[in-house]
């Protein structure tokens, strides 16, 4: 079964608005990671974060292991934060493999 | 420092043919990762190596999928025989320790006939 659940899918923001991504795992997890995919294609690795919060800049991601999620916040977002925002995890039982959520796809206008 | 590197950019395979795909780390990093992404499954790890141990090969992509990372600085992702459902972009990261920002590769799209 699909163990990421990330949501939304899909996302239109106005510059200078907030964003909350969420990602939700159907299993217990040891760590997990966030990343954002460029529209070209190009892949960049954001936060490795195993619990708590984590801050960079205008993106602080939050995981709570117990309640299996973690989020991925943006604030005042701007046009190059277009692009998609995969989240993945790494299962509790051990390094196993990432499993990878579908993505929030974001588009933010002027 | 350059970033990490693959080659080819593109690859256009028949149905059968054995490719090897090739992938330079960033200069001093200990993990490597091959991934595959297409539209449906969207991105799977293959294979994860740390300080060119095999770590992770990736289950489900064994049979036909054999990474390796014959010295630190240069690894290889061979796919025997292809099928046309292995089309998709293959991506090459590496981190200096496990938990560090991975840096990507600009990927091999690789087309199967």
């Known amino acids: 079964g699909q163990q990421v659940q990330q949501s939304p899918a899909s996302l239109v923001l106005q510059e200078g608005e907030n964003a909350e991504l969420q990602c939700n795992f159907s299993?217990?997890?040891?760590?997990m990671q966030w990343f954002y995919q460029r529209p070209e294609g190009s892949l960049v690795s954001l936060f490795y974060?195993?619990?708590g919060t984590k801050q960079s800049g205008r993106l602080t991601s939050t995981t709570v292991i117990k309640e299996r999620r973690s989020s991925l916040h943006i604030s005042s977002s701007q046009i190059t934060d277009s692009g998609t925002y995969l989240c993945?995890?790494?299962?509790?039982?051990?390094?196993?493999?990432?499993?990878f959520g579908k993505g929030t796809s974001l588009t933010v206008i002027p | 420092d350059a970033g990490v590197t693959q080659t080819p950019r593109h690859e256009v395979a028949e149905k059968g043919q054995t490719i090897i795909l090739k992938c330079e780390p960033v200069?001093?990093?200990?993990?490597l990762f091959w991934y595959r992404q297409t539209k449906i499954q969207g991105l799977e790890l293959l294979s994860y190596?740390?300080?060119?141990?095999?770590?992770?090969d990736g289950g489900a992509f064994k049979d036909r999928f054999k990474a390796e990372m014959l010295n630190s600085s240069f690894s290889t992702l061979k796919i025997q025989p292809t099928e046309p459902k292995d089309s998709a972009v293959y991506l090459c990261?590496?981190?200096?320790?496990?938990?560090?920002?991975?840096?990507f590769g600009p990927g091999t799209r690789l087309l199967v006939l």
């Open positions: 993945a995890m790494e299962p509790g039982t051990g390094y196993q493999n990432f499993y």
């Open positions: 299993t217990s997890l040891n760590s």
């Open positions: 974060n195993p619990s």
């Open positions: 200069s001093g990093h200990n993990d």
């Open positions: 990261a590496s981190s200096r320790d496990r938990g560090d920002t991975q840096y």
């Open positions: 190596f740390r300080s060119k141990s095999l770590m992770e």
